[in-house]
């Protein structure tokens, strides 16, 4: 679930490297040419995050950078709301990776139909798992949606996300179809039918405990979209920076805290082989997430949100595993049935605590 990190990561880093955007020297020139970066003495192709947007680093004699062309369907408009959202942020006391003027002033250039945008390098380090990190992450969240409270960006912004479980439903589906063309042997075919069908039961089951407990009720607001530890860089204990806005959108806030919850206190996993994985929630981050969000006035009360977090949670992690393996039949080349095994473990171990997570919070 957690992606490496990438001061403009677009959150779509499976597949294949053979497939990657790559900008050409006739396109990086005359990018280049918009921006006042004196002398440059090295780029470099940056291998990280979505192959879908094509990124540079940039050592000139104004610094280093990253350059990034946006994905091919991203759109003005929601390219513009980013950037605004991130000067709310970094005005609301998080700290970003600040975007580099053009010559004309602006941050977002268009050229030939496609987007480019141009970072200051923040040479920070993956985040650690460390409690004291998981703590500022929620610090920094609770600023962000503290910062966002209001903003109207509608020309820009997409609408929902895994809270709503129909559409995590369709997503399974289309992953179920795409993982059994890849799959041979009954048994292995059995063993996916079998995933899918127990995770359409807990969508069921979630779906009606979200009612229950007021999902419903709740506003939707501006939300980061995508806040995990991929997305965010540090110096030691401190938060360097949050990035990749990309996926901003519209939704309940306690959408985004309960998947920022979920990423940032899930056990550490190591290597290829999800049988092997750590299953379930280190309990020292998510205390320490929950006490980070809740030390910042709330945007929301936290008795509504409290409730609803292991319920979305579940939905987050089926959602997770659902989209990349709809997209390719497996997820970043592990295979759809050793992953979805994983997954099931995950969902079945939050579903057993409800009540003691929704109490981290303060439920």
Known sequence: M?????????????????????LQPREIAQVLSHYDLGVIARIREYRRGSRRAA???LDTERGEFLLKRKAATHTRERADAGHLLQAHAAEGGVPIAALFPLRRGGTLLELDGRLYELYRWVPGARFEHDPAQAREAGV?????????????????????????????????????????????????????????????????RIEKKLVEKGLPLQQVSVCHGDFHPGNTLWFGVTLGAVIDFDSARYESL?????????????????????????????????????AGYRSVPATVPHAQL?????????????????????????????????FLRATSRCVDWISDRTRAISSVFGG
Do not use: C, Y
């Open 254 to 290: 306690a959408a985004e805290v309960a998947n920022a919850m979920l990423q940032f206190s899930l056990k550490h996993r190591v290597g290829e082989n999800p049988d092997a994985w750590q299953i379930g929630l280190d309990i020292d981050r998510l205390h320490a997430f929950s």
């Open 2 to 22: 957690e992606q490496p990190a990438d001061p403009n990561n677009d959150s779509s880093s499976g597949g294949s490297e053979s497939q990657r955007e790559q």
């Open 306 to 338: 409290a409730p609803l977090l292991p319920w979305l949670m579940m939905s987050a992690v089926v959602a997770e595993a659902a989209g990349p393996i709809a997209r390719d039949g497996d997820f970043a080349g592990i295979p759809a049935v050793p």
């Open 140 to 204: 920094a969240l609770a600023r962000m949606h503290r910062a966002f409270a209001g903003l109207e960006f509608a020309a820009g912004m997409p609408t929902g996300g895994f809270s709503e479980t129909s559409a995590v439903e369709r997503s399974l589906a289309q992953a179920h179809a795409a993982a059994a063309a890849r799959t041979t042997g009954d048994d292995e075919r059995a063993l996916l039918a079998g995933f899918v069908g127990s995770f359409a039961q807990h969508l069921a």
């Open 55 to 57: 990124k540079l680093k």
